[in-house]
């Protein structure tokens, strides 16, 4: 099955300074992948996603790369805030036997300070 | 549009008892629903998913079980919770045969004593 690997686990960062954070997944037939906040205590949401025929896309002080060759994708925070600090989620999903199917990353806890 | 029921928010069990945690999804059909459960620094790991009603594929073998007895119904089950079942328990819809983002409910926070 899917296996995705998310790094780093903690990042800490001051206030307006950039984050990265970086998935690699195994299955070259995923195509889609979406990344999640999880604020304290509550659901993950959407922020922002990919899917395989993109490189890049950026949605405001958010962006994700993919690099379908080396199967690794990226999310970029600029001009972080403290409301920035969450736990961040990585998937990548494919199509397997009619069912869709995400496998998560373990999670990336996002501090930043003012 | 659409909406996601989760409940309860939080359950204290005693070891050895049942479990019984339902989700439901307005405002859509057939949709794929899943079933998560989010331990510290292990992530989402995912339990169940489905794709129609009766349809269950599990992914970790388990003290636990799923069923879709309707559409837009997820129910998780335990006969007989352990003290590993302790963790937050997400369910999750997406749009039925198509690769796209899940919705996730509030989250079930169960401790089992």
């Known amino acids: 099955g899917e296996n995705v690997e998310q790094h780093p686990s903690t990042l800490s960062v001051q206030e307006g300074d950039s984050a990265v954070i970086k998935c690699t997944y195994s299955?070259?037939?995923?195509?889609?992948f979406p990344w999640y906040k999880q604020e304290l205590g509550k659901r993950p949401q959407l922020i922002i996603d990919i899917r395989s025929n993109v490189g890049e896309k950026k949605d405001q002080r958010i962006a994700v790369t993919l690099n379908k060759t080396a199967k690794h994708f990226s999310l970029h925070i600029t001009e972080t805030q403290p409301e920035d600090s969450a736990v961040y989620f990585c998937a990548a999903s494919k199509v397997a036997g009619g069912s869709y199917i995400p496998t998560f990353g373990r999670g990336t806890s996002l501090i930043v300070h003012p | 549009s659409q909406t996601i029921h989760q409940w309860p928010a939080t359950l204290v069990q005693p070891v050895g008892s049942p479990l019984s945690l339902e989700c439901t999804v307005e405002g859509t059909s057939n949709p794929n629903l899943y079933w998560y459960r989010q331990a510290a620094g292990r992530g989402l790991q995912l339990l169940f998913y489905?794709?129609?009603?009766?349809?269950i594929s599990s992914e970790v073998p388990q003290n636990l079980s799923a069923s879709r007895p309707q559409d837009r119904q997820f129910i998780l089950s335990s006969k007989k919770l352990l003290l590993s079942d302790s963790g937050f328990y997400l369910c999750a819809w997406s749009v039925g045969k198509v690769n796209t983002e899940a919705f996730f409910g509030q989250g079930t926070r169960l401790t089992v004593v």
């Open positions: 489905s794709v129609g009603i009766g349809q």
């Open positions: 299955d070259s037939a995923s195509n889609y």
